[in-house]
């Protein structure tokens, strides 16, 4: 059974141009600035009724963004609960200890620092507790997956640190821990990194690990994108095998858009001090409610269920995808990810994402671990907090086809995907 997000409450007003209430009352915006307004409508009238496959994305709850708009965001609090370095900070403390208990309860870990603003803060601060400039990290290449603090060129990573990329089997698209020994034995990286933003597969967490041990490597789960999985066990843990995990705080696991870093007892200082005053000042206090508020929802039987429900769906969705014609990486998926190669149909991948945003299907493209062209990256989080079911799944499949082969009038694909998103609207009215 499709477990959705809470629903907003009755009286929620004003409407979006598709007529779906709104997760906050935005009268008084609405008064001072109705230009804005009009933005915040137009944006969820969009989301409302465009299919959202962006990978990372997801609707948080209307707790959550009631959490968002509160007072904190008012306060600064720069430091510590305990040890701020301003006035007035004891409702801020109050809330960042219930989020960083909630974070320790949830995922099993001994430390929690939840004040990074976002994953790529969490990663920077990872390496600034762990790391010197020029040090040697392992971590995914960029072509099979790995992000961009995972040493691009145009990233601080790629700019301070050395950083060697392992890759994936060429027939199975499954990681090559082979390779990946091989290289660390070769490079003795000060740091390894497992994770990625296109790979659908659960990492070997213990593989890592004993990799990580032989060579004398810090282990750093980026944990961006399976973390919500996590949360509701429908995906393994890094926390028992790496000595820090990095990870955002919506994309699965359905929260507001922010970092946090776990680690065990022993990194706990350098850890925050990494954070504050290294790498950021004053935490986002609203955020970091926010993030208490997902937490909470994240260690409910409901979102477990909604977890596994991900699942289940990103199979369906990649066999309904690999029916249409597709390519799909590694043949499947464990995760919410699927990444579907379009050149069996012809098209290439920016072409096929054009077409399938024409049609109001929205998504990303990525790297093809082949290194052909661009193949697309789409995630079914958004889709399962809506209440979609596998039926949903297939329908989606089919009108992703049509789209992408250009397949009757674009007006009625459309018309198609609207009818299945405004008959699932993320916040019922």
């Known amino acids: 059974m499709p477990v959705t997000t809470p629903a907003a409450p009755a009286a929620v007003s004003p409407q979006s141009p598709s007529g779906d209430a709104m997760p906050q009352d935005f009268a008084s915006l609405f008064r001072q600035d109705p230009e804005v307004a009009g933005i915040l409508l137009a944006e969820t009238g969009r989301q409302s009724s465009t299919l959202q496959l962006v990978a990372a994305e997801n609707f948080a709850s209307p707790a959550v963004l009631a959490a968002l708009g509160s007072p904190l965001a008012n306060k600064y609090a720069e430091g510590y609960p305990g040890a701020r370095h301003h006035g007035g900070c004891e409702h801020a403390d109050a809330a960042e200890r219930v989020a960083v208990r909630r974070a320790m309860s949830l995922f099993g870990a001994e430390h929690a620092n939840v004040q990074p603003h976002s994953g790529s803060s969490a990663v920077l601060a990872a390496y600034a507790a762990l790391l010197r400039p020029g040090d040697t990290v392992l971590a995914m290449g960029l072509p099979y997956g790995g992000h961009l603090t995972h040493g691009a060129p145009g990233n601080f990573s790629g700019r301070w640190f050395d950083f060697a990329g392992y890759g994936v089997d060429p027939g199975s698209g499954l990681i090559d821990y082979a390779q990946v020994r091989s290289l ?126 991900v699942v289940v769906h990103a199979r369906a969705l990649a066999a309904g995808l690999e029916a249409e014609g597709f390519g799909i990486t590694t043949g499947g998926t464990d995760t919410h990810i699927v990444v579907a190669d379009p050149a069996p149909l012809g098209v290439d991948g920016r072409t096929a994402r054009e077409r399938l945003a024409d049609a109001g299907i929205v998504l990303d493209t990525c790297a093809l671990p082949h290194g052909d062209g661009r193949g697309l990256r789409l995630g079914t989080a958004a889709v399962t907090t809506q209440g979609m079911d596998d039926a949903d799944m297939a329908r989606i499949a089919v009108l992703f086809g049509a789209a992408v082969r250009e397949e009757g009038d674009a007006g009625r694909l459309r018309a198609g995907v609207r009818e299945l998103a405004e008959r699932n609207p993320p916040y019922p009215g």
């Not at 490079?187 to 990799?211: L, M, N, Q, T, W």
């Not at 429908?234 to 000595?243: I, R």
């Not at 946090?260 to 990494?274: T, Y």
């Open 184 to 309: 660390a034995r070769a490079r003795r990286p000060k740091a390894i990194v497992c994770g990625s933003i296109s790979y659908p597969r659960h990492p070997d967490y213990e593989a890592f690990r004993d990799i990580a041990d032989e060579v004398g490597a810090y282990l750093i789960a980026d944990a961006a994108h399976p973390m919500g999985l996590i949360a509701g066990g429908a995906a393994p843990s890094p926390v028992p095998y790496a000595d820090v995990v990095c990870a955002t705080t919506h994309k699965v696991l359905r929260g507001p858009r922010g970092g946090m870093i776990l680690c065990g007892a022993e990194l706990a200082q350098r850890i925050d001090r990494a954070v504050f005053p290294f790498t950021q000042g004053g935490a986002q206090m609203h955020s970091v409610a926010a993030k208490a508020v997902a937490f909470g929802e994240a260690a409910t039987p409901a979102f477990a269920l909604y977890a596994h429900q």
